[in-house]
């Protein structure tokens, strides 16, 4: 029927079938992850703060120090700068702001616009990344409490630990009175004795 030749040229063909099937078809699927979108962020990122700056009568200077350089600037509307923002995340949502700011010759008359944010994005990271260590140390001092706490309910002279990486030792019997310095009452000037 088949002969080593023909069985082995249609086991590659089927192969090569298979192969070029199944990467189609991750191409198209979205399940997958393939191709890799990356968010896109363009325009002025301007926060509260920055726009708490403003006050009617500032000078084109003074606002574009406040806001920095705007991305809008037309020859045709020279009175007004425009400081648009627009991010597309990797999963397609979007958000987009805009503030525009209106002059009356070269002092500032006015400005309108969108809610702005409170931070900027890299203060915004930092936060996270401050509440997620808080987080870790919290749960980890959680932990220490709890093996603390069943270490003298079973009556077990151990080390206790009253934060990470702060332990109380607890000796029974270990010192002796010849020797002062080994009392955990000593003081840190108490001679020591020779040998």
Excluded at 21 to 29: I, N, V
Excluded at 153 to 171: D, F, K, R, Y
Aim: with cysteine; proline share 7%.
């Amino acid at each position: 029927m088949f002969t080593s030749r023909s069985l082995a040229s249609f086991l590659r063909a089927t192969l090569l079938g298979v192969a070029c099937t199944a990467g189609l078809a991750g191409c198209s699927s979205s399940q997958w992850g393939f191709p890799y979108r990356t968010g896109v962020q363009q325009g002025n990122w301007v926060t509260k703060d920055q726009v708490t700056l403003l006050r009617p009568g500032m000078s084109r200077e003074q606002v574009r120090y406040a806001l920095g350089t705007p991305t809008l600037a037309s020859v045709l509307h020279a009175n007004r700068w425009d400081y648009p923002y627009y991010f597309r995340a990797s999963n397609g949502k979007t958000e987009e702001r805009v503030l525009t700011i209106i002059f009356e010759g070269s002092q500032l008359a006015s400005w309108r616009g969108d809610e702005q944010p409170d931070l900027q994005p890299f203060q915004i990271a930092r936060e996270e990344v401050r509440t997620s260590q808080k987080e870790a140390a919290q749960h980890q001092l959680n932990i220490t409490r709890e093996a603390n706490d069943a270490a003298a309910a079973s009556g077990i002279s151990a080390p206790i630990e009253v934060l990470p990486g702060l332990t109380i030792g607890q000796t029974v019997g270990a010192t002796t009175s010849s020797d002062p310095s080994a009392s955990p009452a000593a003081p840190l000037d108490a001679p020591t004795p020779l040998r």
